[in-house]
């Protein structure tokens, strides 16, 4: 199925009893195909419990479907014949299943719908006939496992099906040929290989890397062989091993000001984007410890200097009002910024239920008041007691305040949605685009959410985020959604609800959200869910309205533990996501902590919709430069062009009595440089006011804000470079593993001396003699080849196996080494078992040439050289990995 191409609507696939193993009593399979839950015989029950004996129920669909969930329904109450863990597995035959499923259930009455894995490694989605069920264990310890009722969720259009079996089995075809291929090249039946080449049709790797086999393995053309590695980079062939190797980062702190000497102030909380194209990094408001902020800040990358836009967005002509846990996204097509969401004081609700602000349309009849270049209205958005306000706003605040006490809370929670102008004619002016988005059909009031946009198709899409209303103790989420700056609509995707998504993205807030404008398909991560850290990856095609589960946990992935108020960036062109900081759990049970080594991490995929690989960023070595201390809630922005990150502020302290928000009303680093130092023991008590807002941030049940806190969050601003080695560093290192091989052949088959001097200066000249380990590999090849006394004797076993390319090592056996001394025998003659004849002789192809062919030892020599090689080379590019021999087991082949 090709990216663009829409499913059809999932559906409730139909399936009848295939066969299962033994039943108790009554309790036969074809009792589940009914949902009868307060039916005590309603269900299949084993005959044994579970373990030893394997357990079974297997399902045969009445037609062939692309199967995406199972729903398992239950008793109405719970029971301790449950199954609680279980594994499913499908196929097209009975006797060939795939596992795509292995979960759990709980002991209740609440029916439970759990994704199927309907696509392979590549992405590719195949057909399913047969569905097994696995029973692992009961809730009731030594009970016999029951299932009560199942249900089957896919997609069954006849057409569609069947494009994708025909696929599916295109494909299948393809990997077996291309592996039988890279066997038989591999013992060099050369003449088949052409063969099956003309005949089939298939492509067994990129023509370079064809070419690159022939000079290598079979002529030993060095030069040619060079020229063809140099050829492959140009390509672009080597560029999956560049991004492979070890990703190091250099960080710089950025110290500019501006004209006034000042930069912005310590904060978390706040929003930044960027403006890639002029090099300007926009920031607004936060959460400072005391109070929220509503100044707004620019930063110009090439002068390295700071500009304060506002003191005060509050105070102009719809400007927004103070605010944290927002989100601001740049539109490069228009210049334009735009503005969602808040937790603001006049949101938040104090210990004794009391609002701590209003908007100015709670009041009737309300005044348009002008203060320079500020004007409020009754319809202004937001409004909030700050002492910067002139006198004339205070007495209206007053005033709020009088009528907030006569009136009903809950007016103020409009979520209201900013445009502010970079560029044209309206430059540096604030548009007010909506006094409440939910009104129109777009999100609630929402706070650590995501917002990202596409500004070549000049759409914005917001998910998740805590929702803001009068029932603050009531934790709601927010689900996804899309504004269409052209008509000004918003739009809803129904991904978060289990019954209409298959499979459905949790709500969250906390979370990262990245997207991909290539695919278009949007990757949701980590956060936290009621009281639970989440380590879940999601990607969701926007086209196709298509949600894939890449991980249900990636921690056990080789990720990163489950995150909160993680940062997140994405670069399209080298398919890349970068995570920065944020809380991390190792358990549900365990306290949250700020990663103190290498908190920062980098996914790469080649599809996204397949999952891809996690590791860690960590500090180049050769740099001197300081590394920022953890953080949470902090902010990034990304240059794609530059390669670069920047990132600024947030908080580096963790109490442990603190329950960490999103808003930095808790928690943060006492250090104002933004490296770890110990946390400061002089800095002031916050007032009452501050702990109230910090408590109703947190949450009902959080604690009041730790004393400090004001002095733990951060105002530093760094540079983030991600370095990897260059194209000529991985062409040199391939052209290391080319020259080892020839200066083995040199000395196996010329004088010592012409080998010496190549060693020396042609060898030499391309490794890195600053790496110990390179510096190793090189002084060892003199010992290993040129300095051996005594050729080994040749291998026993005439068949020897070809070793894989990632244990393939230097040898120093010749061609051409004497017999063995002959030894004195005994009086009596002793019988010697003939030798096995064996299967592959590596003899020479009637395809090669006479002149210049390898013998059958070296063929196997440069073979395993260019299984070497082929680590540098990308997987579409070139030959499978695995080799055939390897994925036969001692009863069936393993694909």
């Known amino acids: 199925m090709t990216s663009t191409e829409r499913e059809p609507d999932v559906e409730t696939v139909e399936y009848e009893i295939a ?18 839950p307060r039916d005590h015989s309603s269900r299949w029950s084993a005959a044994f419990a579970a373990p030893p004996m394997k357990q079974w129920i297997r399902l045969r669909l009445k037609k062939m479907s692309v199967l995406k969930s199972i729903t398992f329904g239950k008793f109405y109450k719970a029971h301790p014949c449950n199954m609680k863990e279980f594994v499913v597995l499908v196929g097209m035959t009975e006797d060939n299943l795939t596992e795509v499923l292995r979960a759990g259930l709980k002991n209740d009455s609440t029916p439970e719908t759990f994704s199927l894995r309907y696509t392979n490694r590549v992405g590719m989605p195949f057909p399913t006939r047969y569905v ?79 070419s690159l086999h022939e000079s290598f393995v079979l002529q030993g ?188 809370p809950g007016t103020s929670h409009c979520s209201d ?81 289990a019954y209409a998504s298959y499979p459905s993205i949790p709500p969250r807030f906390g979370h990262s959200m990245v997207l991909d404008t290539k695919s278009q398909t949007l990757f949701i991560f980590g956060g936290q869910r009621e009281d639970k850290y989440l380590s879940d990856m999601f990607a969701f095609h926007i086209p196709t309205n298509t949600v894939t589960e890449l991980y249900s946990n990636f921690s056990a992935a080789g990720g990163p533990d489950p995150c909160f108020t ?27 902590v700020l990663e103190s080594e290498s908190p920062y991490w980098i996914y790469r995929y080649d599809r996204a919709d397949i999952p891809g690989k996690w590791s860690k960023l960590v500090p180049d070595k050769d740099a001197e430069s300081s590394w920022p201390q953890p953080r949470y809630a902090h902010q990034v922005v990304y240059d794609s062009k530059s390669k670069t990150v920047y990132m600024h502020g947030g908080n580096g302290g963790l109490d442990s009595e603190d329950t960490p928000s999103d808003n930095e009303t808790r928690n943060g680093p006492p250090s104002g440089e933004g490296q770890a130092q110990p946390p400061s023991q002089d800095a002031p008590a916050e007032g009452r006011h501050a702990r109230r807002a910090s408590r109703a941030r947190a949450g009902a049940s959080a604690p009041a804000a730790d004393p400090d806190a004001d002095m733990k969050r ?57 790496d110990p380990e390179e510096a190793k590999a090189f002084r060892s090849l003199l010992s290993a080849h040129l300095l051996s006394a005594f050729p080994r004797d040749p291998p026993e076993d005439p068949t020897p196996s070809l070793r894989l390319a990632s244990e393939a090592g230097p040898s120093s056996e010749r061609e051409d080494s004497p017999p063995p001394r002959k030894r004195s025998r005994p009086s009596s003659p002793v019988a010697v078992p003939a030798r096995p004849v064996s299967v592959v002789r590596w003899e020479k192809d009637p395809s090669e040439t006479e002149s210049g062919a390898p013998s059958s030892e070296r063929f196997r020599q440069r073979t395993e050289m260019f299984e070497r090689l082929m680590a540098f080379i990308n997987e579409d590019a070139k030959q499978p990995d695995k080799n055939l021999i390897d994925m036969i087991s001692d009863e069936s082949l393993v694909i």
């Open 714 to 770: 951060l105002d530093d601003f760094w540079r983030l470079e991600i370095i990897r080695p260059s194209e000529e560093e991985i062409t040199r290192r391939a052209l290391f593993e080319v020259r080892k091989q020839q200066f083995r052949e040199m000395c196996e088959d010329g004088p010592p001396i012409k080998a010496l001097t190549f060693l020396q200066t042609k060898v030499s000249e391309v490794v890195n003699h600053d």
């Open 417 to 497: 949605f900013y445009r502010y102008h970079t560029r044209g004619l309206d430059a540096g002016k604030w548009d007010l685009l909506a006094f409440d988005t939910a009104a129109t059909g777009g999100p609630p009031l929402v706070s650590d959410h995501q917002m990202v946009i596409d500004s070549e198709a000049q759409k914005i899409y917001v998910f998740g985020g805590r929702v803001g209303d009068a029932e603050w103790e009531a934790l709601k989420f927010s689900g996804m959604y899309s504004y269409d700056i052209w008509t000004s609509r918003w739009k809803m995707y129904n991904i978060t609800d």
């Open 132 to 210: 097994e069920i696995v029973p692992l264990s009961a809730h009731g310890q030594n009970f016999n496992t029951s299932i009560w009722h199942v249900s089957l969720s896919g997609i069954t259009d006849d057409d569609h099906v069947e494009r994708v079996r025909f696929r599916h089995h295109e494909y299948r075809e393809n990997v077996a040929l291309r592996q039988v291929l890279k066997h038989l090249r591999q013992r060099r039946f050369l003449t088949p290989v052409s063969q099956i080449l003309s005949q089939s049709g298939v492509h067994l790797e990129h023509p370079l890397v064809t």
């Open 221 to 408: 053309n060095w030069f040619r062989t060079e020229q063809l590695l140099r050829e492959c980079s140009d390509a672009g062939l080597l560029r999956s091993y560049r991004q492979a190797c070890q990703a190091r980062t250099r960080w710089t702190r950025i110290r500019g000001l501006d004209a006034d000497g000042d930069v912005p102030c310590r904060r978390g909380g706040h929003a930044m984007c960027m403006d890639e194209q002029n090099g300007m990094i926009y920031l607004f408001g936060g959460w400072d410890g005391q109070r929220n902020l509503d100044d707004f800040w620019s930063y110009d990358v090439a002068k390295d200097t700071w500009k304060l836009l506002s003191i005060a967005t509050s105070r102009e002509k719809n400007g927004p009002g103070p605010r944290a846990c927002h989100k601001m996204v740049f539109d490069s097509k228009t210049g334009s910024i735009y503005l969602l969401g808040r937790l603001g004081d006049a949101d938040l609700i104090d210990a004794h239920g009391t609002r701590v602000g209003v908007s100015l349309s709670d009041l009737p009849d309300a005044p348009s008041l002008r203060n320079g270049n500020v004007e409020f209205r009754g319809e202004s958005p937001y409004l909030t007691r700050d002492s910067r306000l002139s006198e004339a706003l205070a007495n209206v605040a007053a005033r709020l305040s009088q009528h907030m006490s006569e009136t009903v």
């Open 19 to 36: 066969g299962s193993s033994e039943h108790s009593g009554e309790y036969v399979a074809e009792n589940i195909l009914a949902d009868r």
């Open 566 to 592: 993680q940062r997140a960036t994405i670069d399209v062109e080298t398919q890349e996501i970068y995570v920065f900081g944020g809380l991390t759990r190792s358990k549900p049970s365990a306290p949250p």
